[in-house]
């Protein structure tokens, strides 16, 4: 016996104004479509199948070999969005098929593994997840009978009276596979928006004198889905009150969430302090004791124990410990801090490792770089790895001393104690503990500005 997912992701997203497919949209740092699928597989659902629609390519590009797309070309509504999916049905006939959407991120394992339990027990033909909602507008309504189901009426095709049920149809339902691949024959486009819905399977199962039943989930939330903008904002924000609760729960400390927004792959150590308009995301990873924020952006981020990093943005970088950068730095793909370096404001690392205790002080490019350990910086060095066609290295060895304003023309190479002069070029390697001097003769000219600036800014200073 085989149980299987149809994931349904064809859908417009008309009412988000977007161009892409609504399942693409995020919550956090997933799309809502990828939150579905985590819910599958971690219930040990692997057999997978994605109805696309609206822009298919770039949902296929996202799914990767994740999961089988089929393809519906034109959306007429869920249930004709399900018909898509037939050939993969057919293939095994003789299970469940667990049909969920693709915008309704918060459908969990716990949810779905009960409601199979329910749906054999009950041996139903479908059987329906519902939740109760304070405000169930937009969903559709259970319509009950005794305590089964009786039908599914959408918002549109509601009564008054049907309007104010509050336990709504989530979207997903489970199906004994034969007995679905025979109701999507009997679906019409007959009601408000001449779309299938797959919502009138329950009605005709009872015609055919099947079971249909209704699994209300404990937890509301799996059933919240996006239709509008205002909806995704509530998603979010429902998603990161949780994530933030769970770091709570695991020692962090927050002293004002205000803006902080962690993505549910990220692990902190304890006793971090995690500072406002901090954004986590990705799989980074933060060590215990330290200091992230304000005003940080770390994406697949590993960063060690007891580090300050403020007003820091860094993307797949690796922060050992004891590491102090900010304000204002970027640290971009391939950037490595080793034990106790120090950065300061407006400084720039990529594709470079940085050795133990260096300083990079202030207004410093460093790319394509090996930097060893205890080096210094003089403000504004730049090293000048690109000549317009390729991108070369520079090597920077131990303990050098780096003038202000150097010019590293790579690929160029800085022994071990080397230094340079303020204001230098370097074009050709520098050996162990030598110094690197380029400069121009000093001219001074004599009373140069005089005449120039006695009226204008001294008058009366006659000599
Ligand atoms: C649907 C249900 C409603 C339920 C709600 C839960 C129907 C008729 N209504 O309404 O009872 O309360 O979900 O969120 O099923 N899609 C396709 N192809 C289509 C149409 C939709 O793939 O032709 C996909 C969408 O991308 C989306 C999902 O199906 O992921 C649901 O479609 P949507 O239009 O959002 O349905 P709702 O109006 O929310
Ligand atoms: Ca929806």
């Known amino acids: 016996m085989m149980n299987q997912v149809v994931i349904l992701a064809g859908g417009h997203g008309n009412r988000m104004k977007v161009a892409i497919p609504k399942p693409m949209l995020s919550v956090l740092d997933v799309p809502m479509l990828g939150w579905v699928i985590r819910a599958c597989e971690s219930t040990g659902l692997s057999r997978i199948c994605v109805v696309t629609g609206y822009k298919a390519k770039m949902v296929e590009i996202y799914l990767g070999n994740r999961c089988r797309t089929v393809l519906q070309e034109e959306q007429l509504g869920t249930g004709h969005a399900v018909m898509q999916a037939e050939g993969f049905l057919k293939e095994f006939d003789d299970g ?6 693709g915008d309704a991120p918060f459908m969990d394992s716990e949810t779905i593994s009960n409601a199979l339990k329910f749906h054999i027990q009950q041996e139903n033909a479908v059987t329906v997840v519902t939740a109760d909602l304070d405000n169930p507008t937009g969903y559709g309504r259970i319509l009950r009978r005794g305590s089964g189901i009786a039908a599914i009426v959408e918002e549109k095709d509601a009564t008054e009276a049907q309007r104010k049920v509050r336990e709504v149809n989530s979207g997903a339902y489970w199906f004994q596979t034969k007995a679905l691949l025979e109701l999507l024959s009997g679906l019409s486009q007959s009601n408000a928006q001449g779309e299938y819905y797959l919502t009138d399977t329950v009605g005709l199962a009872l015609e055919k004198g099947w079971t249909a039943g209704a699994y209300r989930a404990e937890n509301p939330d799996v059933v919240l889905g996006a239709n509008t903008r205002k909806d995704l904002l509530h998603l979010n924000e429902v998603a990161r009150q949780r994530v933030l609760e769970w770091h709570m729960d695991n020692g962090i400390s927050f002293v004002c969430t205000d803006g902080v ?58 922060v050992e410990d004891a590491v102090k950068a900010g304000p204002f730095v970027h640290l971009r793909p391939g950037t490595h801090l080793k034990n106790g370096v120090k950065i300061g404001d407006f400084v720039e690392v990529k594709n470079s490792t940085v050795g133990e205790q260096t300083a990079i002080a202030h207004l410093t490019y460093v790319g394509d770089s090996d930097v060893g350990k205890k080096v210094n910086f003089g403000c504004g060095t730049v090293t000048v790895n690109y000549d317009g066609m390729v991108k070369n290295r520079c090597e920077i060895g131990d303990g050098c001393f780096i003038g202000c304003n150097t010019n590293l023309i790579a690929p160029v190479k800085l022994g071990k104690g080397a230094y340079t002069a303020a204001g230098s070029t370097v074009t050709k390697d520098v050996p162990e503990y030598a110094l690197a001097v380029e400069r121009a003769d000093l001219k001074l000219k004599e009373d140069y500005s005089k005449k120039k600036l006695r009226n204008r800014l001294f008058p009366g200073d006659d000599e």
């Open 96 to 101: 469940n098929t667990l049909v969920l959407c």
């Open 261 to 318: 927004i962690i993505g549910n792959k990220v692990e902190i150590g304890a006793e971090t302090t995690i500072l406002p308009g901090t954004i986590l995301r990705g799989k980074t990873k933060i060590g215990n004791h330290c200091t992230i924020g304000p005003n940080c952006i770390l994406e697949n981020c590993t960063i060690g124990d007891h580090v300050t990093l403020n007003s820091v943005q860094a993307y797949d970088a690796v």
